[in-house]
């Protein structure tokens, strides 16, 4: 087993041992799911239907990035995962935009022109900086973002189907099926490998601090989100009082 190997393992592990986030018990909205009603998840799953576009901005950056670094294997890999999110293997519809659609049917909700909540907007902010700084610390928060999209879906598919007492609609379901069991894993491995081809091992420290810094985070999102929501839960007592 290589450095980088046993480093992107170490990581994957820090992600649920030092992390909130994607923690199947820990994270901040299961943890208060009970006391959520459909109102307060929706809003969270209205919020959670911005990431995938702002995520293949950062990785477009980065793919320019990687260009001018030199990284030609990352380079084509990302082209790869874009070509991907952006409909090449769903008919020319992009990944965001079958989320979105489907969230739509089902939620009866606007979904695709869903403004950012104070968390969700912070979190943009932060991202934005990320392709500004080193690129060791850039693919170390954008291998974070791939390592926890399958145990992130769990958690939204946790929550539909709560909101819709299991009858998943079928364009979602094939959207979190194919996600879960092909696309996510895949796009996580490809880049591990890529970034593997590139990285020195004197940026692994810096790529480690981008990875557990994007972490950080997604555990302040998700902690935004639910007191957001229990905010709202808030309102709606005084009101009725």
Known sequence: MNEFQVLSERLR???L??????HPQRNPVLQNL???DATQMTSILQQYSILPKAFVVLLEALRDQAAVAGWGIAVQELNDNLAEELGGKTQGIAHADLLAEGLELCLQVPVKMTVPSTATAAFLE???IIPHL?????FGAAYAIEATAVPELKIIIQLLELLLEGAMPERLQYFFDMHLN?????HEADLRKAIASHLQADQFST????FRTMMTMMDA???GLAAEAMTQQAVKSVSRG
């Open 207 to 210: 790529f480690a601090l981008g």
């Open 17 to 22: 041992e030092e992390h909130i986030a994607v």
């Open 182 to 186: 092909a696309w996510e894993p895949e």
């Open 221 to 223: 999102w998700w902690s």
């Open 134 to 138: 080193s690129i060791a610390y850039a």
């Open 34 to 36: 009970n006391g959520f």
């Open 126 to 128: 932060r991202l934005e």
């Open 13 to 15: 592990e820090v992600m």
